[in-house]
Structure formats: C-alpha cells, structure tokens
C-alpha cells in the first residue's frame, strides 16, 4: 500500500535558522513526489515536482531533494513568510492523477 | 499553469442537507480529481472525474453520499448528500497539468 509519513509535524525556527523537512515513503513504482505549501483556509499551492533519485530543485529560500525511500525539503535562511504548512505527496505508477499525501509539517518562523 | 475556482469558498448546513460545490478550471482537462480534508488532517482522495464516464470513487466514499457530475472538460461538481457533522471539512477540487498537480482554495463546509 502507498504511504507517506512526514517528520516532524511541526517545527518552529527562528528567523535565518535553516533546517529541513523529511518526507519518508513507500509506492510500488513512483511515478512522481509532490511537495505543496498550504495557508490556513487556502488550497494547497504547488511548489515542486521529483521524478527520480538524486534530482533536486529549487525555489527561492526553498530546495527539494529526493532518494529512493524519502525525500527533504530544505529551507534556508528561512523568514516569517515562510510560516505555513508543507505537504508531501507521492503519484504511483498504477494510479494515474491520485496523490497520496503525508500529514503535513506546519513551519512556524518566528522573527 | 491550471487555474481552478471553486464555488461555493465556505457554507454552513443544517444536517441532512445536501450541498453541491462546483468546479471550474480554465482549460481542458482529461481527468478531475476530489479530495477531502478533515480539521487537522491532510488531503484524502475521494474520487475521479472523467468526462463521459462514471467517477471511480475510493474506498470509504460512494456514490450516493458524494454524487459527481462531469459534463464537459472544463467543469465539475460534487454533492455531499444527507449531511452530518461529521462531514465537515474542506473539499479541494484538483487537476493534473502537464506534470504539476493543481488545487482550487476549497470549499470550507461546516455542517451544524
């Protein structure tokens, strides 16, 4: 079965303080992992998209990385803007469109 | 990138209601998807919209409870029917664009 585990659940950093965000997961066959930022009472906006291990992108403060069984979110020098919750999902080959999401990790940066 | 707008953003029901949340996206689209998403939870699939054929529905929902209208590429609808508490969440309408995967703002539903 297709699962997806996000660690932690919620993080507090201080302005500048970089970390990052793990996103650990089993499918038979990926065919993509997804991150997402969400505000509260918003849709989820895309952020990236990983087909293969060792690919990474980047945006902005933000990069993604990902291996066989996990991928990381980093964040760097992040600021208060940054505070929301980021979700990780993961499509299979077998279920074309269907997104399996992890439970999200909910950033809060403090200034 | 998709554009999705959801109607209606929030609503309060009476339980046993129905509500009907529509979808629109700004471009064709093969395939719309349905997600749920309980206070504090993440996004759960509820079903898939095709045009011209029935939703497949996931595990745990069906069609009478959450009846799908698909009658053009570019529009859908869900109903949740026969409402309880216990069925308000928000309900994301998404689509698949090239190889990114778009959500409308949701439709908060408190049920009382």
């Known amino acids: 079965e297709d699962q997806v585990t996000q660690s932690p659940e919620a993080l507090r950093l201080q302005e500048g303080e970089s970390s990052s965000l793990n996103c650990s997961y089993t499918v038979s066959g990926l065919r993509g992992l997804f991150w997402y930022r969400q505000d509260p009472g918003k849709g989820p906006e895309f952020l990236f998209t990983?087909?293969?291990a060792g690919e990474e992108k980047e945006k902005e403060r933000l990069k993604a990385t990902l291996t066989k069984k996990e991928s990381f979110l980093h964040i760097t020098a992040p600021k208060p803007e940054d505070s929301a919750t980021y979700l990780c999902?993961?499509?299979?080959?077998?279920?074309?469109?269907?997104?399996?999401f992890g439970q999200g990790t909910t950033l809060q940066v403090k200034p | 990138s998709a554009v999705i707008s959801q109607k209606p953003s929030r609503d309060i029901c009476q339980r046993g209601t129905s509500l009907t949340i529509q979808c629109q996206v700004d471009?064709?689209?093969?395939?719309m998807f349905w997600y749920r998403q309980q206070p504090g939870q993440s996004l759960t699939l509820i079903a898939t919209a095709n045009q011209g054929s029935e939703a497949t529905y996931e595990s745990g929902f069906v069609i009478d409870k959450f009846p799908i209208s698909r009658p053009n590429l570019t529009f859908s609808t869900l109903t949740v029917s026969n409402m309880s508490p216990e069925d308000s969440s928000i309900y994301l309408c998404?689509?698949?664009?090239?190889?990114?995967?778009?959500f409308g703002q949701g439709t908060r539903l408190t049920v009382v």
């Open positions: 999902a993961v499509q299979g080959m077998s279920n074309t469109g269907k997104l399996i």
């Open positions: 990983l087909y293969s």
């Open positions: 998404s689509v698949e664009w090239a190889t990114e995967a778009f």
């Open positions: 471009s064709q689209v093969t395939m």
